[in-house]
């Protein structure tokens, strides 16, 4: 390790954070100066020959994290996971098939307490899969968590645990973070608990497509506060002593800090708290309308007349955007009064508003500026696959089977796949030969767990100009469909 010169690491900080510092509740510019007058060039100079320093500004932020350190102490948790897997073993000598072996592999995150009842918000890896959860407190208590709901959109997940008047996070402003501001991550990396390590925000509405496969809803903050295995779902907070992030990912070739964290806003993540604990799932708003980032090509291609915001691609018939009168080529500059910046947030914004809630848009159609009220409904697989082109030649009404499903269209139990509950003449479904009633159960060989996982094999495959064998349960009876021509 190289030796520090904390003559010149002090002068450096006093040098350049009084403005930081002035805008802290504790410490007013009045006061700052009364400590940290203003020094001349020359002085910084003789400063960073090993002159004298005031120690004071240092301190003063020293105070700060300390402060919000020991504020959030007690709304910080560990959080181990146990998932039981089975291992299948080769035949023996005699060619008897061995069973399988139970294993537990062991997984480790943090969390942050979000109300004084228990409920905890962290990321959905840290839990996903787990038989068994577990949080251990600031105290040393160890207590068993429930799964209240996860939302694997967003990578964040909501526990609770059996124990009431706890200290909950106060929740800040992350659209109101600016880059610059300095902030606290506090978690268990590498299993040491209530570990603190501080830095800035280094960037907004970062996209990288790394939740959900890229397909997820992103619009991290990013952070130059270490943040390592372990610390992902706890807080990132302001020198306030707010959350305003839940850190989840680092960029790194090592698999440790590289000065590159996302955490994901808190904007994003209460609407996602709430709903689960409203529904036990996510619900989203819809729009129906297809919006893309702007960007100086598609400015000059379209003549548009602002530089920021979202394109309106497409407008599905029949549904919100197009009831409301929004159309193709529309810019949409704002969503209930806060700044859109590009296509991601912008879906992130409708996703985030509940169904039947009206939002207003704010619109420059051609130059002009319109406002534009929208009366959303809920965001389902079906309504989304309108978008793919693939499952709109394919033709079909589906669902994912449930015991409701499979009692109603008398389908055993166990039936799973996407059942067909509609079919539009003359389309792929109905040239295939397929019924309602039928449940795809694989395409080819690529396999498939939702209606958005079976639509992407399927755009592939046109792409590509192929048509897959589809695997049919009808009844009891299992069957496969070749395409014809």
Same mark, same amino acid.
């Not at 002035?22 to 400063?47: C, Y």
């Not at 806003?265 to 708003?285: H, K, N, T, W, Y």
């Not at 295939?432 to 939702?450: A, C, H, K």
């Given at each position: 390790?190289?030796?520090?010169?904390?003559?010149?690491? $002090?002068?450096f900080?006093?040098?350049?954070l009084s403005?930081v510092?002035?805008?802290m509740?504790e410490?007013?510019?009045?006061?700052?100066?009364s400590?940290?007058?203003?020094?001349?060039a !020359?002085?910084?100079?003789?400063?960073?020959?090993?002159?004298?320093?005031?120690?004071?500004?240092?301190?003063?932020?020293?105070t700060?994290f300390?402060?919000?350190a020991?504020?959030m102490?007690?709304?910080?948790?560990?959080?181990?996971t146990?998932?039981?897997?089975?291992?299948?073993? !080769?035949?023996?000598?005699f060619?008897r098939?061995?069973?399988?072996i139970?294993?537990?592999?062991? #997984?480790?995150?943090?969390?942050v307490?979000i109300?004084?009842?228990?409920? $905890?918000?962290?990321n959905?890896?840290?839990?996903?899969d787990?038989?068994e959860?577990?949080?251990e407190?600031?105290?040393?208590?160890?207590?068993?968590?429930?799964?209240?709901g996860?939302?694997?959109?967003?990578?964040?997940?909501?526990?609770?645990?059996?124990?009431?008047?706890?200290r909950?996070?106060p929740?800040?402003?992350s659209?109101?973070?600016r880059?610059?501001d300095?902030?606290l991550?506090?978690?268990?990396?590498? #299993?040491? /608990?209530? &570990?603190?390590t501080?830095? $800035?925000?280094?960037?907004?509405? %970062?996209?990288?497509?790394?939740?959900?496969?890229?397909?997820?809803?992103e619009?991290?903050?990013?952070?130059?506060?270490?943040?390592n295995?372990?610390n992902s779902g706890?807080p990132l907070v302001?020198?306030?002593g707010?959350?305003?992030?839940?850190?989840t990912?680092?960029?790194?070739?090592? +698999?440790?800090?590289?000065?590159i964290?996302?955490?994901?806003?808190v904007?994003?993540?209460?609407?996602v708290?709430?709903?689960?604990?409203?529904?036990?799932q996510?619900?989203?708003?819809?729009l129906g309308a297809q919006?893309?980032?702007?960007n100086p090509k598609?400015a000059n291609?379209?003549?548009l007349?602002?530089?920021?915001g979202?394109?309106?691609?497409?407008v599905?018939?029949?549904?919100?955007?197009?009831?409301? +009168?929004?159309?193709a080529g /529309?810019?949409?500059t704002?969503?209930d009064? %806060?700044?859109?910046?590009?296509?991601?947030?912008?879906r992130n914004?409708?996703?985030?508003?509940?169904?039947?809630?009206?939002?207003?848009l704010?619109?420059? %159609?051609?130059?002009?500026?319109?406002?534009?009220?929208?009366s959303l409904?809920e965001?389902?697989?079906?309504?989304?696959?309108q978008?793919?082109p693939?499952l709109r030649?394919?033709?079909a009404?589906m669902?994912? &089977?449930?015991?409701?499903?499979?009692?109603?269209y008398?389908?055993? !139990?166990r039936?799973?796949?996407?059942?067909?509950t509609?079919?539009?003449?003359g389309?792929?479904?109905?040239?295939y030969?397929?019924q309602?009633?039928?449940v795809i159960?694989?395409?080819?060989d690529?396999?498939?767990?939702?209606?958005?996982?079976?639509?992407?094999?399927?755009?592939?495959?046109?792409?590509?100009?192929?048509?897959l064998p589809?695997? $049919?349960?009808?009844?009891?009876?299992?069957?496969?469909?070749?395409?014809?021509?």
């Amino acid at each position: 390790m190289k030796p520090v010169r904390a003559n010149a690491d $002090i002068a450096f900080l006093a040098g350049w954070l009084s403005l930081v510092l002035a805008s802290m509740p504790e410490l007013s510019m009045a006061q700052f100066q009364s400590v940290a007058p203003s020094r001349t060039a !020359s002085s910084n100079a003789q400063n960073l020959a090993g002159g004298p320093v005031p120690i004071s500004t240092a301190e003063d932020l020293s105070t700060a994290f300390r402060r919000v350190a020991e504020s959030m102490r007690a709304s910080v948790v560990s959080i181990s996971t146990v998932q039981v897997v089975e291992i299948r073993r !080769s035949r023996d000598l005699f060619g008897r098939r061995l069973p399988a072996i139970r294993q537990e592999q062991e #997984g480790e995150g943090s969390g942050v307490i979000i109300r004084p009842n228990g409920v $905890i918000l962290t990321n959905n890896h840290v839990i996903e899969d787990a038989d068994e959860v577990t949080v251990e407190m600031f105290d040393g208590r160890v207590i068993k968590a429930e799964i209240v709901g996860t939302d694997p959109a967003t990578d964040l997940a909501v526990l609770k645990i059996p124990v009431d008047n706890l200290r909950a996070a106060p929740i800040g402003n992350s659209d109101a973070t600016r880059v610059g501001d300095w902030v606290l991550a506090i978690g268990s990396p590498f #299993g040491l /608990d209530q &570990t603190v390590t501080a830095g $800035i925000i280094s960037g907004k509405n %970062r996209v990288q497509q790394i939740i959900n496969d890229g397909n997820g809803f992103e619009d991290f903050l990013q952070t130059d506060a270490a943040i390592n295995p372990g610390n992902s779902g706890g807080p990132l907070v302001n020198l306030q002593g707010e959350l305003i992030g839940i850190n989840t990912a680092i960029v790194s070739k090592s +698999g440790a800090s590289a000065g590159i964290g996302f955490a994901i806003p808190v904007a994003m993540a209460v609407p996602v708290l709430d709903s689960i604990l409203e529904f036990g799932q996510v619900r989203r708003g819809f729009l129906g309308a297809q919006v893309e980032s702007i960007n100086p090509k598609l400015a000059n291609r379209f003549d548009l007349k602002v530089n920021q915001g979202g394109l309106v691609q497409r407008v599905l018939d029949g549904q919100p955007a197009a009831l409301a +009168g929004l159309q193709a080529g /529309d810019v949409v500059t704002r969503v209930d009064g %806060r700044p859109v910046i590009g296509g991601p947030q912008f879906r992130n914004a409708i996703a985030s508003k509940r169904p039947g809630e009206t939002i207003q848009l704010d619109v420059n %159609r051609n130059g002009s500026r319109l406002s534009i009220p929208v009366s959303l409904e809920e965001r389902t697989a079906e309504r989304m696959a309108q978008f793919n082109p693939a499952l709109r030649k394919f033709g079909a009404r589906m669902q994912l &089977t449930n015991e409701r499903l499979n009692r109603e269209y008398g389908l055993p !139990s166990r039936t799973s796949g996407l059942i067909i509950t509609g079919i539009e003449a003359g389309k792929e479904a109905d040239e295939y030969g397929l019924q309602v009633g039928d449940v795809i159960i694989g395409l080819n060989d690529y396999p498939f767990e939702s209606l958005e996982e079976f639509g992407k094999v399927l755009f592939d495959a046109d792409r590509q100009g192929i048509r897959l064998p589809l695997k $049919i349960q009808r009844g009891d009876q299992l069957y496969q469909f070749v395409p014809q021509g």
